[in-house]
């Protein structure tokens, strides 16, 4: 893909993930043109003091549950990467009507704008909580996820293709329990930990944006990319951060999982594996997604990728030199993600 005459729209791009993709795509891929669409103007504005402030980078004020907006901010746009959305699995879970509202609703308006616009490729960012949710957040993520890819049913009349990434936790952000036990620390000395036996699926914020780079430049309408990515435990995050610290447990919170999974048995029939990802194919792989099959192999009946059973695991080493960046810039007062 030749991405300096590509025009590229982020919904969410004043979070994490959108910071950093803003940056590797101006540092690295010099685009045409970076739009942030957000709707609070004081992030953009600190994004903005923060040194975003490119030239081919521009900001646009807006909201994924308003359609025209939206409509307005995607004239003349190549690739949009979808990323809104209301995170917090407790604030999601007291808020029902409001996730559905941005998660599911918010999803449909950026579908319907790029098909009305003309966008050329629609990548989706969804969640491990999306597999067989017990939680608000994973259903509305699951259903968002539904309706970008089959919203590929519409390619007879339309040019648009729309794809979905799905990663489990993102080290660092702010969703992320690395600060939760950073000023837990530095407050009593005492991190709470839900349950010792807890496990999740771990990626760095670089890996998850280079992941979307590369699977903009490889979709072809309807799949769910999923990488391979190692597993932690909670205790052995808590123990890397602070060995001496006492740990209280504290019990599950509500809608959340002791393990967290990837792909679901049920989807296994349709995955491919290739050496670093998985492709889930849509279900209608008359559609486009047929030529994953000459890539790849398909996994094997009844597989399913958990964070419990993941053959890759970091231990508490690997786990502190992945953290020591975000102590480094606690401790300095710095840490803005």
């Known amino acids: 893909m030749n991405w300096k005459d590509k025009v590229i729209l982020v919904t969410g791009g004043t979070g994490s993930f959108g910071k950093a993709f803003a940056k590797i795509m101006l540092d690295e891929f010099q685009p045409a043109k970076v739009i942030v669409f957000s709707?609070?103007?004081?992030?953009?504005?600190?994004?903005?003091?923060?040194?975003?402030?490119?030239?081919?980078?521009?900001?646009?004020?807006?909201?994924?549950?308003?359609?025209?907006?939206?409509?307005?901010a995607m004239q003349s746009v190549d690739i949009v990467v979808h990323a809104a959305a209301l995170k917090q699995v407790p604030a999601c879970e007291y808020n029902p009507m409001e996730a559905v509202k941005t998660n599911i609703l918010g999803s449909s308006n950026v579908v319907d704008a790029a098909l009305d616009t003309g966008v050329k490729k629609v990548l989706a960012l969804s969640t491990d909580k999306a597999v067989n949710p017990v939680n608000l957040y994973g259903a509305t993520k699951l259903a968002a996820e539904k309706l970008v890819v089959q919203s590929n049913a519409y390619a007879g009349k339309?040019?648009?293709?729309?794809?979905?990434?799905?990663?489990?936790?993102v080290v660092g952000s702010r969703g992320s329990v690395v600060p939760v036990f950073l000023r837990q620390k530095a407050t009593n000395g005492k991190l709470t930990i839900t349950d010792e036996r807890m496990t999740r699926f771990w990626l760095s914020l670089e890996q998850g944006v280079r992941f979307?780079?590369?699977?903009?430049?490889?979709?072809?309408?309807?799949?769910?990319?999923?990488?391979?990515?190692?597993?932690?435990?909670?205790?052995?995050?808590?123990?890397?951060?602070?060995?001496?610290?006492?740990?209280?447990?504290?019990?599950?919170?509500?809608?959340?999982?002791?393990?967290?999974?990837?792909?679901?048995?049920?989807?296994?029939r349709t995955t491919i594996e290739l050496d670093d990802m998985f492709v889930v194919q849509p279900a209608e792989a008359f559609w486009f997604g047929g030529r994953w099959k000459e890539k790849g192999k398909p996994v094997s009946d009844g597989f399913?990728?958990?964070?419990?059973?993941n053959p890759e695991w970091l231990d508490v080493d690997q786990i502190r030199e992945i953290v020591e960046p975000f102590e480094i810039t606690f401790a300095q007062g710095k840490l803005t993600l």
Do not use: W
């Not at 072809?220 to 999923?226: L, R």
């Not at 399913?304 to 059973?309: G, L, P």
């Open 212 to 268: 979307v780079i590369k699977n903009i430049e490889n979709m072809q309408g309807g799949e769910v990319f999923v990488p391979k990515i190692p597993s932690m435990k909670v205790v052995d995050l808590a123990k890397a951060m602070a060995p001496d610290a006492d740990l209280e447990i504290i019990g599950i919170r509500p809608g959340e999982k002791l393990h967290e999974m990837l792909i679901s048995r049920d989807e296994s």
């Open 158 to 169: 339309y040019e648009t293709r729309l794809s979905c990434v799905r990663y489990g936790n």
């Open 304 to 309: 399913r990728y958990s964070s419990a059973e």
């Open 39 to 72: 709707r609070d103007e004081l992030k953009q504005h600190e994004m903005r003091v923060a040194g975003f402030d490119h030239p081919n980078l521009r900001y646009f004020i807006g909201d994924v549950r308003d359609l025209e907006r939206l409509k307005r």
